[in-house]
């Protein structure tokens, strides 16, 4: 929170006029990764006296809508990623498209690079962290000025990143089936060089389905 507030102070004292009536909506340009690494860009509204909580709830929900309950439980269970907020620049082809929310569906686009933005995904996974930060929308640079301009270069972009809790949980877990298996069949066979072998046998194909997938889609 209080890094979001020297930037909300800085921008209300650096001059932006257009920003000064307390009660106009704002379009903000975001970015949603598809499962291919493809990104396509949406336009957000949220409005000028809106608070964080508001807002990153509003985010969260374009998020929702946009991306598919698969999509969605495949990438966090089985690739164990989880959405990350980054702020990127459009490349200039993209740019020159102009209008890319105004056609009345979402446009791919390209990104030159971006950076991850910490206190922007702790709040998009927790919005109430920006409960108490009033006119939050006007303290970014990444909204569409009016219907008419092409709008910043740069944008929200909400991709994912590797989650290392999850990951670790399943490491947990494949640990737990494999030494369960090898007893399992210990138990039946009565030979423990089974009951290894299975249990190599289930770490090793778990690690390689992990080590495809991950890779497929990195």
Known sequence: MAAVLPSLQAMLSSGLSIYTD??????????????NGRNFSHALSVHSRDSGEEVMKKLRRLYIENTPVGHRVFTQT????????????????????????????????HITHGKRDKDMTAAFNDPSRLQHVQRF??????????SHSIGPSVALHIGHELDKARCCYLILVALVLSIVSGIAATCVTRR???????????????????????????
């Not at 929308?137 to 009016?146: G, K, N």
């Open 78 to 109: 089985i690739l164990m990623r989880r959405p990350v907020v980054a702020v990127v620049r459009l490349t200039a082809l993209s740019m020159l498209s102009a209008d890319l929310e105004g056609q009345g569906s979402s446009r791919e686009v």
């Open 137 to 146: 929308a006007l303290a970014y640079r990444y909204s569409l000025l009016s």
């Open 22 to 35: 307390p009660k106009i909506d704002i379009q903000w340009r975001v970015l949603i990764q598809r499962a």
């Open 192 to 218: 423990v060089d089974i009951g290894v072998g299975v249990s190599a046998a289930i770490s090793a194909w778990i690690a390689c389905v992990e080590a495809v997938l991950l890779w497929k889609y990195r």
